[in-house]
């Protein structure tokens, strides 16, 4: 029973790269999310997705693109690595808006960008 | 603006009772939450509420008063796992969440 599973757990990179954070989810939920956390704060909001083929911006989207092309998997891209994205992601899964709020988390992904 | 406030940290002894008390201002609002965040880890759901009062799940319980804008996690019989970080979020007119920063809740014997 895997739940929600990022790859990779860790990464670190130099300014200016790009990188891919992979999201899957088995348990056929039709929301999923891209959360970044920093120290003092509370969790940020890159981008969403309702369903397959959707996607949309959240609280903090610059910088980062998304894609859902299957239901079960939702990638966040960085296309240039900057120093302040320096971060944990989280990624996370929900059923639809009534029960929106209970949310299904992956481990995180530590990205250091140098 | 949306917001929410909680104390940055918290100590408490092992048996004992300890209250996190959570205040937000929503744009319209579909319900608070609460999870448990242990270091280093992912957060993991405990409790929803959406009606005023209170909701009991064994040792924890979780108050919300909503012409108040204010909600509180009860944590009963303290054990040296409750350890962790409690994240306080209400969900507003558009399903969306808004989180708190988290208050670390630190157990001694």
């Known amino acids: 029973n895997a739940g929600v599973t990022q790859t990779p757990k860790f990464r670190v990179l130099k300014t200016g790269q790009s990188m891919t954070l992979l999201c899957a989810q088995d348990?056929?939920?039709?929301?999923m999310y891209w959360y970044r956390q920093d120290p003092g704060m509370g969790l940020r909001l890159i981008h969403y997705s309702v369903g397959e083929g959707t996607t949309a911006k959240g609280e903090v989207p610059d910088g980062y693109n998304v894609s859902r092309l299957k239901k079960q998997n939702f990638l966040l891209g960085l296309e240039s690595a900057a120093p302040s994205q320096t971060s944990v992601y989280f990624c996370?899964?929900?059923?639809?808006?009534?029960?929106?709020?209970?949310?299904?988390f992956g481990e995180g992904s530590r990205l250091t960008v140098l | 603006g949306q917001n929410i406030d909680q104390p940055t940290e918290m100590t408490a002894t092992e048996g004992a009772i300890v209250q996190i008390n959570c205040t937000y201002q929503t744009s319209g609002f579909n319900g608070l939450f609460w999870y448990q965040q242990h270091a280093g880890e992912a957060p993991t759901f405990l409790s929803y509420?959406?009606l005023d009062g209170l909701e009991e799940k064994g040792r924890f319980s979780s108050f919300l008063s909503r012409s108040k804008g204010y909600s509180y996690l009860l944590l009963k019989e303290l054990q040296m796992k409750d350890s962790a970080s409690y994240l306080c979020?209400?969900?507003?007119?558009?399903?969306?969440?808004?989180w708190g920063a988290g208050t670390k809740l630190i157990i001694k014997p």
């Open positions: 996370a899964s929900s059923w639809t808006s009534d029960r929106a709020g209970e949310l299904f």
């Open positions: 509420n959406v």
């Open positions: 979020a209400a969900m507003d007119s558009n399903y969306q969440l808004i």
């Open positions: 348990m056929n939920h039709e929301y």
